[in-house]
């Protein structure tokens, strides 16, 4: 099912030849007033994607959002769930007889509506930094509110989204059973995780990180989840190297030794806290002259490096670079190495001969930060540069050169209760799914897949056990750039066992090639997908359209070359032939 994300539904023919509007807020209402969701105009795009209605191998529907606080409007008796609202969402549900994926978004883009803005201005809601703040954000001029990972229902923004994903379970099982049966997905709550500092592009920091969530009911959390996991604070002191006379003393880590005092060494947290170093770059080799990377500390063999990782950056910013699935990475741990300088070598095969691709020298620093001895250690010598190799380039983002390090086993264990907390939440919402009537097998999760982008910080998201293939969930898993068809998300299906998926957003964001995006949602058909949903397709007039985003250079358009659009559009159209 190839079901794009769509934009406006509820933008009428009617409110577009009415003059007087103008803008898609008042269209918006104006079509609600006259109970005219937007299912002609989408049956016109859906039937230029796939004519005559869906058939096939490949058939063509539509992804609907519903964000589930937007629903809620004030009335003399306090918040209650818009039911008009419901019924417009799931009437244009039921008038395209066309298969649809429903979204029931819940995250922090659930950001529209006046119970949003109300919501913002209770701490209790919101995720904190360490200074007892909530991030201010926006996504590409898209508000951001950064709600709370914790699962208590007494909670106002859970209170809320639980009450409304129970109401509109309801009422979707509530629907004829046609209609039912066109549903092939239901997605929770969206790309749930962790926030960090501008969420539009610092997703790659590793300097001076700031991460959530310290607000006082997860540090709290934090201590309880640790006296679960470790059941006495002896344990946990063997376990550190610590001194603790209780869970009690724990801190949540949040200062950074190089520029903080520390009342104990449990509170420094940075990007190497929990005992990993990051060794990442990215690798054009056209003729494929290499067969494998791998990763020597002070010259001794630790393991082949991964390759294949998502580096749209790398592809947007070098014309000749042709595929964005350029990226290395190894996640190393460093914490059995001795305090002192040790020297890290990504070493390339090809033809039986070692090639030196990148290497930089870093520092174990001891928990007292005694002086480091000066001597250096051991290398691989004399191996010829891999640039040599004809069409060969290469470069090593991170980390930087003399990169020092402390290992603090509290960070591990933050970064693990963090990770938790957000596995935790979407449980709970899945749970809730299925104990409202949803059936278990179109329930799919909406997952971001920071590790597919080989130079972003996953510590930030701390999604990594949400998209694990043990998850009781059907993985919903948004793919951009080279994951759409790439090695490493390839690779890491198949480890997981993940089948029978879906990918809530996807877009190559590709136009150097001619057959990307076709070859994509082949691989992905290929490789198991129940669903793929192209993002985006928007309904809404160009007379109503304000300022224009970086977001909009994705919009699946005939006239749209930014990022491929054009060209993804006409792919769509071809493959739903099949």
Same mark, same amino acid.
């Given at each position: 099912m190839v079901a794009p994300v769509i934009e406006g539904l509820q933008m009428c023919d009617e409110a577009e030849r009415d003059k007087r509007i103008t803008n898609a807020n008042e269209a918006e209402s104006r079509c609600r007033q006259l109970k005219a969701p937007g299912s002609a105009?989408?049956?016109? $795009?859906?039937?230029?994607?796939?004519?005559?209605?869906?058939?096939?191998?490949?058939? $063509?529907?539509?992804?609907?959002?519903?964000?589930?606080?937007?629903?809620?409007?004030?009335?003399?008796?306090?918040?209650?769930?818009?039911?008009?609202?419901?019924?417009?969402?799931?009437?244009?549900?039921?008038? +395209? #007889?066309?298969?649809? +994926? @429903?979204?029931?978004?819940?995250d922090h883009f659930d950001s529209f509506g006046p119970l949003t803005r109300e919501l913002q201005k209770d701490p209790q809601n919101l995720m904190q930094l360490r200074d007892g703040k909530p991030l201010d954000l926006n996504y590409f001029g898209y508000p951001v509110i950064p709600y709370t990972l914790q699962t208590d229902a007494s909670i106002p923004v859970n209170r809320y989204r639980y009450r409304a994903l129970q109401y509109v379970a309801k009422k979707i099982l509530a629907l004829p059973r046609e209609v039912q049966e066109r549903i092939i997905a239901i997605n929770l709550m969206g790309e749930l995780h962790h926030m960090f500092p501008d969420f539009s592009n610092g997703m790659g920091a590793y300097k001076d990180i700031q991460v959530t969530d310290y607000n006082p009911a997860s540090v709290a959390g934090f201590r309880a989840w640790l006296e679960k996991r470790h059941t006495s604070i002896v344990r946990f002191n063997a376990l550190t190297g610590m001194a603790f006379t209780s869970f009690k003393e724990v801190p949540a880590p949040a200062r950074n030794i190089r520029k903080e005092k520390l009342s104990n060494f449990g509170e420094h947290y940075d990007a190497f806290a929990d005992g990993t170093l990051a060794l990442s770059g990215w690798l054009w080799?056209?003729?494929?002259? @290499?067969?494998?990377?791998?990763?020597?500390?002070?010259?001794?063999? =630790?393991? *082949?490096?991964?390759?294949?990782? /998502?580096?749209?950056?790398?592809? %947007?910013? $070098?014309?000749?670079?042709?595929? *964005?699935?350029?990226?290395?990475?190894?996640?190393?741990?460093?914490?059995?190495?001795?305090p002192g300088w040790h020297y890290a070598? !990504?070493?390339?095969?090809?033809?039986?001969? #070692?090639?030196?691709?990148?290497?930089v020298e870093f520092a174990v620093i001891a928990r007292d930060q005694s002086k480091t001895s000066d001597s250096r250690a051991p290398t691989l010598a004399s191996l010829p540069d891999v640039q040599k190799l004809p069409g060969v380039r290469a470069w090593l983002d991170l980390p930087q050169a003399k990169q020092d390090v402390y290992f603090n086993p509290v960070a591990r264990e933050w970064n693990l209760y963090r990770q938790w907390q957000v596995q935790s939440l979407l449980t709970q919402f899945h749970n809730l799914a299925l104990r409202a009537g949803l059936p278990a097998d179109k329930l799919y999760s909406h997952q971001i897949m920071p590790r597919v982008n080989s130079s972003w910080n996953p510590q930030l998201f701390a999604a990594d056990e949400t998209l694990l293939g043990t998850m009781p969930w059907?993985?919903? @898993?948004?793919?951009?750039?080279?994951?759409? /068809?790439?090695?490493?998300?390839?690779?890491?299906?198949?480890?997981?066992? !993940?089948?029978?998926?879906?990918?809530?957003?996807? /877009?190559?964001?590709?136009?150097?090639?001619?057959?990307?995006?076709?070859?994509?949602?082949?691989?992905?058909?290929?490789?198991?997908?129940?669903?793929?949903?192209?993002?985006? =397709?928007?309904? =809404?007039?160009?007379? &109503? %359209?304000? #300022?224009? &985003?970086? @977001?909009? #250079?994705?919009?699946?358009?005939?006239? /749209?070359?930014?990022?491929?659009?054009?060209? &993804?559009? %006409?792919?769509?159209?071809?493959?739903?032939?099949?």
């Open positions: 105009a989408l049956n016109r $795009v859906l039937d230029t994607l796939e004519p005559g209605g869906p058939k096939g191998q490949v058939q $063509v529907g539509f992804t609907a959002t519903l964000q589930l606080l937007g629903v809620y409007h004030r009335t003399a008796k306090g918040w209650e769930i818009d039911e008009t609202q419901v019924d417009d969402f799931l009437r244009l549900v039921t008038q +395209v #007889r066309r298969p649809v +994926v @429903i979204y029931l978004a819940a080799d056209p003729q494929q002259k @290499i067969q494998q990377l791998d990763l020597y500390v002070d010259g001794r063999h =630790i393991g *082949p490096v991964p390759q294949g990782f /998502n580096r749209l950056d790398v592809y %947007r910013a $070098v014309e000749s670079i042709t595929s *964005p699935s350029v990226g290395f990475r190894y996640d190393f741990d460093y914490t059995a190495l001795a070598q !990504i070493v390339a095969k090809s033809a039986g001969i #070692r090639y030196k691709l990148a290497s059907k993985q919903g @898993i948004n793919m951009y750039g080279g994951a759409t /068809n790439g090695p490493w998300m390839r690779d890491y299906l198949k480890q997981q066992q !993940i089948t029978g998926y879906g990918v809530p957003e996807f /877009n190559p964001q590709q136009w150097k090639s001619k057959g990307v995006h076709l070859a994509a949602m082949k691989a992905q058909y290929e490789q198991g997908a129940r669903f793929i949903s192209p993002y985006y =397709i928007s309904l =809404i007039p160009d007379r &109503f %359209r304000g #300022r224009e &985003f970086a @977001i909009n #250079r994705m919009e699946l358009r005939p006239e /749209n070359k930014q990022d491929g659009a054009d060209q &993804f559009y %006409r792919a769509i159209i071809e493959f739903a032939k099949r």
